[in-house]
């Protein structure tokens, strides 16, 4: 699905200033390290999976160390980490994110090519067989004399129209919030596809209470509105910052149980990012 990258992109910044991954042992950085490179070669796809010592013959390791490793990154929050049977799962909830994203971009172009290449796709086909009018003008010359002409008006090419672009608010993918942004899109609308990939890379997470809390944020701040380009990828590292740190979980019916926090201690929260 993904276009093939020649690298993966580091950033030192990120990778020293995560305090989950700092408090694993360096033999465990490592591991992780390896495993993240593994993920990236597999379609971006933000995970693995696999027996300890499946795992550590990706990496490099012992099967001894893969466990001290995988129990590591677990216990720091670092990784998601599922167990099922003798299976191991280690996600990256960044990475994740991403591909998550790329797949439901993909999904939908492909959806609306289906669409517009179908018969019922374009008005050429439905206007195929419309037979066009004809125009008759009666002129009457100054001795009197009628005479009358016929034209039949060029038909207009059948070939329907570049296909437009699909509705802003789909049917089947409807709004949840609506975010006021800078540059030429004046909004942004996060779309329940949006919470439904957000919800699996980030599970727990009450994904609809930390949007809310980001809206009124950039309500409060407008100067430091994003463009609508950005806006997913500020939510994301929105809602990563909040799970590495043990944010508001969901209550009943997906609504956060903790308590609201003054607009002071957002912005104190957020820093400086963009």
């Known amino acids: 699905m993904a276009d093939k990258l020649p690298a993966m992109p580091v950033y030192a910044g990120d990778w020293f200033k995560d305090r989950a991954l700092r408090m694993c042992q360096p033999a465990t950085r ?51 980490v599922t167990r099922r049977n003798e299976k191991v ?24 090519r289906e669409k517009a290449d179908s018969p019922e796709g374009g008005p050429g086909e439905r206007n195929k067989n419309v037979t066009a009018p004809i125009s008759v003008s009666v002129s009457i010359s100054p001795s009197g004399e009628a005479s009358a002409s ?9 070939e329907p129209p570049p296909p437009e672009p699909p509705p802003d608010l789909l049917a089947d993918d409807p709004p949840v919030l609506e975010f006021a942004c800078s540059g030429k899109t004046p909004r942004w609308v996060l779309r329940q ?34 463009t609508a380009n950005g806006m997913p990828r500020f939510l994301n590292s929105w809602l990563e910052r909040e799970a590495n740190r043990g944010g508001p979980r969901g209550g009943p019916g997906g609504v956060s149980s903790a308590r609201p926090q003054t607009i002071d201690a957002v912005n104190s929260y957020l820093g400086e990012s963009r």
């Open 89 to 112: 799962t280690l996600t990256n909830r960044r990475m994740r994110a991403e591909y998550l994203k790329r797949k439901n971009t993909a999904d939908r172009q492909r959806k609306f």
């Open 150 to 158: 016929c034209s039949e008006p060029a038909i207009a090419s059948t």
């Open 193 to 226: 596809s949006h919470v439904d990939d957000w919800a699996e890379a980030f599970p727990g997470l009450d994904i609809v209470g930390q949007c809310r809390r980001a809206l009124s944020w950039i309500r409060s701040n407008p100067t430091r509105r994003k």
């Open 30 to 80: 490592g591991i992780w390290f390896d495993l993240l490179l593994s993920m990236w070669t597999d379609d971006r796809c933000g995970m693995v999976t696999g027996t300890l010592r499946q795992l550590a013959s990706i990496a490099g390791c012992t099967e001894e160390e893969m466990a001290a490793a995988v129990a590591d990154l677990e216990d720091t929050e670092t990784a998601t």
